[in-house]
């Protein structure tokens, strides 16, 4: 029985038997080591204790939280530096047009309207992706209302 499958390697996926510590195709550590209960009281006759190898996980595994955390943080500083940069360049361009509308090189309230009408060419985009989306979320909840009041229907 010790040779039926029980989990699968966490790096390559290949199936391996019961009580396995290392994978049978790559050689990688397994995550989780799966004993039947029997074997695991024999193992504890002999001595055997799998407690190093759950600190190597929890080790592993805390690893890769620190490193996670760390990469959030450094892509919450890019987007405060976005966010940063790019109220500068608003006020740039606002400081700029009051400067040139001063000196009577440009329109503003041209500048402006020709603005707004960019931005408008460009809302039917989002508006069609926002109105796809909103479909989509409707046939979502149909499904799912129909799929309550069948399963609420008396059956026959």
Not at 102 to 129: S, T, V, Y
């Amino acid at each position: 029985m010790s040779s039926a499958i029980a989990h699968y390697c966490q790096k390559c996926l290949a199936p391996n038997p019961l009580g396995t510590e290392f994978c049978g195709r790559c050689g990688t550590r397994l995550m989780l080591v799966v004993q039947t209960t029997s074997l695991r009281f024999e193992a504890a006759d002999a001595g055997v204790s799998t407690n190093e190898h759950l600190l190597e996980r929890i080790s592993a595994t805390e690893n890769r939280i620190t490193r996670l955390a760390e990469r959030l943080e450094r892509s919450l500083d890019l987007v405060l530096r976005q966010a940063q940069n790019s109220n500068t360049d608003r006020s740039l361009l606002k400081a700029l047009i009051e400067v040139l509308a001063a000196d009577g090189l440009i329109n503003g309230a041209r500048l402006e309207r020709m603005w707004n009408e960019h931005c408008e060419k460009d809302q039917p985009n989002q508006n069609a992706a926002k109105r796809r989306s909103k479909k989509v979320k409707s046939v979502q909840r149909k499904t799912q209302l129909s799929k309550k009041r069948s399963s609420k229907a008396p059956r026959r």
